[in-house]
């Protein structure tokens, strides 16, 4: 016996109301013995579920069961909602199918008054479909084989273990094992540049908790020009920022300072200045000039 058919009939009562048998038989493509025998194995485990005789009979559930006996309340049942109109935003999950049957199993009409949406700009079914066989290989414990570009602009081809995928300060991230080298990574998902779902399956490990990795960064000084403040105010915490009164912006963080924070930081433009450490002046300078050679006509 098939207990997804089981719940599929469950749902397809509380959509529908009722039903005959042979309906149910010809839906789910099974006999209507077998029908009778699901129904039977349903009230067995405190469903009301019950069959009428007669022309105008058939198999429904008592009125009103799961909402009146439901474990959570009305406002739990909106969270949950709410919590799926968020994540079928993403465009990466079933989310949308899943919205729909508690809405009717809940007997809740959920308003679609949220849109979030996390994927980049422009054509994204790439990303959706990565993401997509990353949780198949999460969930079924499959390795991965992965093209990866780190910060140093490297790539290397690598098997992983995945064990979760994360977001982060706007960013997608796979905590896999990495079998190479024996130990934990985490994986930016833009930067996978092919992956491959393979047979063999693994038994997962909980990634290890880290402390607060900001605390072995070195600290970063920088001075922003006021006309870069609503960049500044979205990419740093308020904590770190003090207004000066000329309207610039000071920052004390503490950053990787690789590849990554140079790139970042010459985004800015002129509207940047780093104050400590010295060195990253230098390195931010000769980018800079780099950058001028290249484009000057």
């Known amino acids: 016996m098939s207990d997804s058919r089981l719940f599929k009939i469950l749902y397809y009562l509380l959509d529908r109301g009722r039903a005959t048998a042979p309906e149910l038989a010809a839906e789910f493509e099974v006999s209507v013995r077998t029908v009778y025998r699901d129904v039977e194995a349903l009230s067995s ?60 199993l809940f007997h809740v009409n959920t308003r679609n008054w949220l849109e979030t949406d996390f994927s980049r700009w422009g054509n994204c079914s790439g990303d959706n479909s990565k993401f997509e066989t990353l949780k198949q290989a999460v969930i079924h414990c499959r390795e991965i084989k992965i093209i990866y570009v780190n910060t140093n602009n490297e790539t290397s081809r690598r098997i992983v273990q995945p064990l979760k995928i994360t977001y982060k300060s706007k960013e997608w991230y796979l905590k896999a094992f990495c079998t190479e080298k024996q130990d934990f990574r985490i994986f930016k998902l833009n930067r ?51 207004c000066l009164k000329n309207g610039e912006l000071l920052v004390r963080a503490r950053m990787p300072a690789d590849t990554w924070l140079t790139g970042y930081l010459l985004s800015f433009g002129a509207q940047a200045e780093v104050i400590e450490p010295e060195y990253l002046k230098d390195v931010l300078a000769r980018q800079a000039l780099e950058i001028y050679k290249k484009n000057k006509t």
């Open 45 to 104: 485990a405190g469903i009301p579920v019950y069959a009428e005789p007669g022309r105008n009979g058939g198999i429904s559930l008592m009125q009103d069961f799961i909402l009146d006996r439901a474990v959570l309340s009305e406002s739990e049942k909106q969270e949950v909602l709410t919590a799926l109109q968020s994540i079928s935003a993403t465009g990466y999950t079933g989310g949308k199918e899943m919205l729909t049957k508690l809405s009717a």
């Open 192 to 242: 996978i540049l092919e992956l491959e779902l393979l047979e063999n399956t693994f038994v997962p490990r909980p990634y290890p908790k880290q402390e607060d990795s900001h605390r072995a960064y070195r600290q970063i000084v920088l001075l922003f020009s006021k006309e870069a403040a609503y960049r500044v105010y979205d990419e740093f915490d308020e904590s770190e920022i003090e």
